[in-house]
């Protein structure tokens, strides 16, 4: 089986590059590498949430779940420099690339974190170790569908779990890949959910903390 970005340690050859985020309210130049989600250029489902979702709180903890290379954390903190985002992956290569990203943006109220299965830090002695407990004022997320039902599933009970009461995550899903099937999975969970935006074959969706 070919490795596949959400391995913890990406064994592929280094190919360093970079893509641009641009968004009306957001230029970014992120630095990318191989092993990691989309590093060719910013993915589309990633564009359509950063698009279509409102801004997000203008204080607090703020999350981005599978945070890649850094884009959705970075345009997080962007959009909101009075709070502290934290984005969270299993793939420690591109949570290097995160971290390095952020830095050249000068986006001081960013860290990143690598994560386990169970949402706990791979590295307890990291110095965002402990963050990750949250509780989280928002959640923003273009999660790894393609770790199959069960484990994301999982992955989204374990965070979710950690918003605050009131909060919402917002999440961009693929329609050919789940997104409506997993809508109905959260409201069967308990987490009230709507979709907030569909366009060129994606639905953002909202979820809240009851």
């Not at 641009?22 to 589309?44: A, M």
């Not at 390095?100 to 690598?114: E, K, S």
């Amino acid at each position: 089986m070919s490795e596949h970005y959400f391995a913890p340690a990406p064994g592929a050859a280094h190919r360093p590059g970079s893509v641009d985020l641009v968004l009306p309210d957001v230029h970014l130049r992120l630095d990318t590498d191989s092993g990691v989600f989309s590093p060719g250029k910013v993915d589309l489902g990633t564009r359509v949430l950063l698009e279509s979702v409102p801004a997000p709180p203008a204080s607090g903890r703020l999350l981005d779940l599978g945070c890649g290379y850094g884009p959705v954390a970075l345009a997080l903190a962007s959009r909101a420099p009075g709070a502290q985002v934290l984005g969270v992956d299993v793939n420690g290569r591109a949570v290097d690339l995160a971290a390095h990203n952020a830095r050249t943006a000068g986006l001081d109220n960013a860290a990143f974190l690598r994560t386990d299965a169970d949402g706990s830090a791979a590295d307890p002695g990291a110095p965002a170790a402990g963050s990750e407990q949250g509780p989280f004022d928002a959640l923003w997320s273009n999660p790894p569908i393609r770790i199959g039902k069960t484990a994301l599933h999982a992955l989204l009970t374990t965070w979710l779990a950690r918003l605050s009461p009131g909060a919402s995550a917002h999440l961009v899903v693929q329609r050919n890949l789940g997104a409506d099937s997993l809508h109905r999975w959260l409201n069967e969970q308990g987490w009230p959910t709507e979709r907030a935006a569909s366009r060129a074959g994606y639905r953002v969706l909202r979820a809240d903390r009851p």
